[in-house]
């Protein structure tokens, strides 16, 4: 099994930064990915950003150019660097691992408990 561990967010006045981590923990797996999505009030979970296993990124169109994800493969940890945050960005922000499981051959994706993230002037 996977445990994640988010810390980071809180609350930022508008153009300041925040600092998202997320570490995996457990044995017998392997990462293949790992992404933060977030979920606003009265709105869908969407994905912000992910990185895989061989470092290939992606953003949401809506985060490119603020947003970097970073992860460090020797901790199971992935960051999201949020700078000149905007009141839309406001929501809960989820870790989410994609891992493959050794003693059950099969892929699994995880969650984190989710973090709160407030813009606000």
């Known amino acids: 099994q996977v445990q994640l561990v988010e810390s980071g967010g809180g609350l930022a006045q508008p153009g300041e930064s925040l600092r998202l981590s997320c570490a995996a923990s457990?044995?017998?797996?392997?990462?293949?990915?790992m992404a933060w999505y977030r979920q606003a009030p009265g709105k869908q979970r969407e994905l912000v950003a992910q990185?895989?296993?061989?470092?290939?990124?992606n953003y949401a169109d809506s985060v490119k150019g603020r947003f970097t994800i970073s992860r460090d493969g020797a901790k199971n940890t992935v960051y999201l660097e949020m700078n000149s945050l905007k009141p839309e960005d406001t929501a809960v922000y989820y870790c989410?691992?994609?891992?493959?499981?050794?003693?059950?051959?099969?892929?699994?994706?995880?969650w984190g408990q989710g973090t709160q993230v407030t813009v606000s002037s």
């Open positions: 989410n691992v994609r891992a493959y499981i050794i003693a059950l051959l099969v892929t699994t994706t995880y």
């Open positions: 457990g044995s017998g797996f392997s990462i293949r990915a």
């Open positions: 990185i895989t296993s061989g470092g290939t990124t």
